[in-house]
């Protein structure tokens, strides 16, 4: 009694020094100061969630708490989202409901707490992804109130901060949404800080070894570095001090993540990227001043010391980018032979850059003004998108998920009205920000006068003048070269509609030829033959007849003749990409495939070599072999189907289907073979072809599928597809060939084919 006494004890003095540490943080804000308002909240909520645990085991109060502390302490946001955050969890977790928080709080309050609580059901299918309905209802809150959306990420930076205390299965699925969706809302809020340690949480989880890896290197080059940053900067003081400048030179570090991602996209070692540290200047913000003089005085500073990379110039100060971000980057050549990027802005811009749009209040007040202009036509698309939402729900969030990025251009009409678009945006996207019609009726377009394809990539600076015919229309193929989440929608919205007539007039179509043949079109005869030409849904076996595309024989009644284990096992050999050298072993594996092992989702999964094709097989799209870290998503056939976790298509799965995640983890493999594929570059010498190859086949004993090698100008660089059993054969055979004298460069990569 006295033990369970004193824990009580010890927990409210937790909640009331965290209490506490918030009131404090709120008192130093810029905000009127309505700690009344915070007061009642806290212990509203407080009282709300009394007894609720947390996984860790601390009282849940705590995780609103923290929210509503990066809310204030890290966003600089006022009362009523301090208020909203501590309330968040109250009408999900407890039995108020939201007209209670009304009645007590008032209206905008409840309305955020309302956007925030978690749903089920909605506008897509009742088998649909639950996340990507709280996430569209998120996104139709926050084109009322962006603080929704704010606290939102406050509430999953901490969820990602806590999540160790998860199952595996449960942080696969978190993380992979922080990073499919979160941490690219973060970015294009202009949450930087919060954006980074998003994406560094969500890598930990995901690639744990990789991750201390790159830590690690990052400890031990640490020295070096601040040798580096030293020499680059002690001249440079000299000079800046001259100016009379209030201002702060920091090194600033890449992050985790971003090294690591750099690493995989351009294939290099750590030791190859350049960019591991940036140095940023920040000079005191007055009112008044000019900005822009004094970020290229500044700049100006910097070049008369070192040389300029000019293709590595960015003005994002006279150009600010659409989440509001403000600075000038270059990059020199410093003292020690070494690219280093420097970033020059104010104090006011440095705080937007850290927490993005809630930093424009302090300066502009939360008003529309031409400050948030971008925000504005970011948040009107978004609702556009919303107003017609695709169906699929992890094409929904495909497409909201294009209009996060902030990386731009700047386009001109033939009036000269200047059109912000993504980058790689084409002539067609630019069609479809015009109007909804021009882009459909758009066959070409002249850029700087110069007639260009549809699938034309504009840049920026670009004049554009789209060409357009009644008689065109959207086609399939256009889905591949447009960027814009309005134009991808709006093309998927003319071929759905398309797509419905054509699936109702291969219905017709299917039911005159039975009619024909004296069979009754029920709903049992049309199903089995969708199933007998493997397809799952009828109306895909509609739309297919419609096209021409089933090989009906002379008369029907063969097929419904036909025994159904024979068209069951055509249907899940298509499912499950069973090749033609199975065939022979045909009954054998469909009662198999009809038998299933029951897996435990709160379990990890050990994938046993006996069991592969039987329990699970390997996905398509990433091609993972044993030892790649993996995570298994459970289809519809209670089958699990094998991703790298680093595979997009397994993010996507992660973000929309969290609950069919599984943790897995490789059993050890000797009998089956993989497809794997090495990149290899170095000297080109008499016989090095001949080396490598022996290495490969004879030395290691591995089977080459694919040899692909080209030379010039004595250099030589290819591709060897090859068959092992593990990621330890693949790793072992780098290491063999990196011996072989001329042979400069060897990289596991992935399979193409």
């Known amino acids: 009694m006295s033990e369970s006494l004193d824990t009580k004890q010890a927990e409210e003095l937790m909640i009331l020094k965290e209490y506490e540490a918030l009131l404090e943080e709120y008192a130093r804000s810029n905000h009127r100061q309505k700690f009344d308002k915070i007061e009642k909240a806290f212990h509203f909520a407080n009282q709300a969630h009394r007894g609720a645990k947390r996984r860790s085991g601390e009282p849940y109060i705590m995780h609103p708490l923290a929210v509503a502390r990066i809310v204030c302490q890290e966003m600089g946001l006022g009362s009523t989202s301090i208020c909203s955050a501590l309330l968040h969890d109250v009408v999900e977790d407890t039995d108020y409901t939201v007209e209670d928080i009304q009645n007590i709080f008032g209206e905008k309050i409840a309305q955020i707490v309302d956007g925030l609580t978690k749903i089920s059901g909605g506008v897509f299918s009742e088998a649909a992804s639950a996340q990507a309905e709280n996430m569209r209802k998120l996104l139709i809150t926050m084109s009322n109130d962006i603080r929704v959306i704010l606290i939102k990420m406050a509430d999953r930076l901490h969820n990602m901060r806590t999540l160790g205390s998860l199952s595996p299965a449960k942080q696969h699925k978190i993380a992979g949404e922080t990073m499919y969706l979160y941490a690219p809302l973060a970015h294009r809020l202009g949450l930087f800080a919060i954006k980074t340690e998003l994406e560094d949480l969500s890598f930990r989880y ?78 005191e913000y007055q009112e008044g001043i000019d900005e822009k003089k004094e970020c290229w005085d500044i700049y100006s500073a910097i070049t008369d010391l070192y040389k300029p990379r000019p293709d590595r110039i960015r003005d994002w100060v006279s150009h600010p980018k659409a989440n509001g971000y403000q600075a000038l980057h270059l990059t020199v050549m410093g003292p020690d032979g070494q690219w280093i ?23 502009k007040g939360y008003q529309k003004g031409e400050d948030q202009t971008e925000l504005d036509k970011w948040l009107a698309t978004i609702q556009e998108l919303l107003e017609n939402p695709n169906p699929n729900a992890m094409d929904f969030l495909d497409t909201i998920k294009l209009n996060l990025f902030a990386n731009e251009i700047f386009v001109f009409t033939p009036k000269g009205e200047l059109k912000t678009l993504p980058q790689n945006a084409t002539a067609l996207d630019f069609a479809y920000v015009l109007h ?114 089933i090989n009906w024989p002379e008369n029907p009644q063969k097929i419904l003749k036909e ?26 594996i469909s009662q198999e495939i009809l038998e299933p092992e029951k897996i435990d989702k709160k379990k990890t999964y050990i994938l046993r070599e006996e069991a592969f094709l039987k329990n699970y097989t390997v996905a398509d799209c990433c ?64 016989g090095i072809i001949n080396q490598i190859t022996k290495v490969i086949s004879e030395d290691f004993a591995v089977n080459i599928r694919k040899i692909c090698i080209g030379t010039n100008a004595g250099f030589f660089e290819g591709k060897i597809e090859i068959s092992v059993h593990d990621v330890d054969d693949i790793n072992q055979l780098c290491a063999n060939l990196s011996k072989i004298k001329d042979v400069k460069k060897v990289n596991r990569i992935d399979v193409t084919i």
């Open 206 to 283: 995901e690639h744990p070894e990789e991750y201390k890896q790159v830590v690690k290197k990052l400890e031990s080059t640490a020295a070096n570095r601040g040798l580096v940053y030293e020499h680059f900067a002690e001249p440079l003081r000299k000079k800046l001090d001259k100016m009379n400048l209030q201002y702060d030179m920091k090194e600033r570090v890449k992050s985790v993540y971003s090294i690591w991602n750099k690493m995989q996209t351009k294939r290099v070692q750590f030791e190859d990227v350049y960019d591991i540290f940036a140095v940023r200047i920040v000079f």
């Open 341 to 363: 990027e420097v970033q020059i802005r104010s104090s006011r811009m440095d705080e937007i850059a850290e927490k993005g749009f809630a930093a424009h209040w302090k300066y």
């Open 436 to 549: 909804t019609d021009i882009g459909n009726h758009c066959i070409g377009a002249k850029v700087n006068h110069k007639l260009v394809p549809l699938s034309h990539k504009l840049s920026s600076g670009d004049q554009v003048e789209v060409l357009t015919s009644r008689s065109q229309h959207p086609h399939e193929e256009w889905i591949s070269f447009v960027t814009t989440a309005k134009a991808k929608t709006k093309i998927d919205i003319a071929l759905r509609k398309r797509k419905k007539e054509q699936t109702k007039q291969g219905e017709k179509q299917l039911r005159e030829y039975l009619t024909k043949y004296g069979i009754q079109p029920e709903i049992s005869i049309l199903d089995r033959l969708a199933t007998y030409y493997g397809f799952s849904k009828k109306d895909d076996f509609y739309l297919a007849n419609a096209m021409g595309q």
């Open 563 to 588: 025994k159904s284990d024979i068209a069951v096992w055509k249907y899940t050999k298509r499912i499950l990409g069973v090749g033609k050298s199975n065939e022979g072993k045909k009954e054998e």
């Open 623 to 686: 091609k993972p072999i044993p030892g790649d870290d993996v995570l298994g998503f459970l289809n519809d056939d209670h089958r699990l189907i094998i991703h790298k976790r680093s595979c997009p298509i397994a993010t996507k799965l992660k973000s929309n289907f969290g609950e069919r995640i599984i943790s897995c983890k490789w059993g050890g493999n000797k009998i089956f073979s993989f497809p794997s594929a090495i990149e290899i570059s170095g000297i080109d010498t008499l």
